[in-house]
């Protein structure tokens, strides 16, 4: 509501444009929140885990030297755990890429572009979930397939992303 309001003031900001429409509940920032609901406790459950496999004596032994909380944090414990910490970060990714029915129930199932936050949307797996029972034509099947197959390569690509950053670590 504040940021609606202070774009109020000036119709023509990009803020005016992120928020403009009407906040009905279907739209693009509600699945964002939803997700986010979805994927945050799994990933801080596994973050907890991870973080939970250092061993005690690394910790005490940096505090030992005299380091403060946050050098124990930025100098031992996330290089310690950084491969983990870029696994499930892209196991948070690929839970909310493949997430299709809780985002199709909520995302307005528009084939429009949005143009704002509050504008209805689909994602492409909504699409395929949506669509594929009710086509009827080759042409229409044909299209559904090609988005399963882009869907494919995105994460496909996300993937390759992944190995190549767990690759290039040292530990």
């Known amino acids: 509501m504040p940021l609606m309001m202070a774009a109020s003031q000036d119709p023509t ?8 429409g009407i906040p009905n509940g279907a ?3 509600t699945a964002s929140i939803i997700l986010a609901i979805m994927v945050l406790p799994y990933m801080a459950s596994v ?3 991870l973080f939970r496999s ?3 004596q690394v910790r005490e032994a940096a505090f030992g030297v005299g380091a403060t909380p946050f050098e124990v944090t930025t100098s031992v414990i996330i290089p ?3 491969k983990g910490m870029i696994g499930v970060i892209m196991l948070g990714l690929g839970r909310a890429l493949g997430e299709t ?3 199709t129930f909520i995302i307005g199932n528009s084939h429009r572009f949005p ?3 509050f504008d209805s949307s689909s994602t492409i797996a909504s699409t395929i979930a949506n669509e594929f029972a009710e086509s009827t034509s080759d042409l229409h099947t044909s299209a559904l397939v ?8 995105i994460t496909f690509t996300v993937l390759a992303i992944a190995r190549w950053l767990l690759s290039t670590q040292r530990y």
């Open 101 to 103: 029915m809780a985002v």
């Open 13 to 20: 900001s990009w803020v005016a444009k992120l928020v403009a």
């Open 27 to 29: 739209n693009l920032f």
């Open 54 to 56: 250092i061993p005690a």
């Open 47 to 49: 973050f907890r885990e």
């Open 80 to 82: 310690y755990v950084r």
């Open 115 to 117: 143009k704002s936050l």
């Open 146 to 153: 090609a988005l399963g197959l882009i869907l494919f390569l």
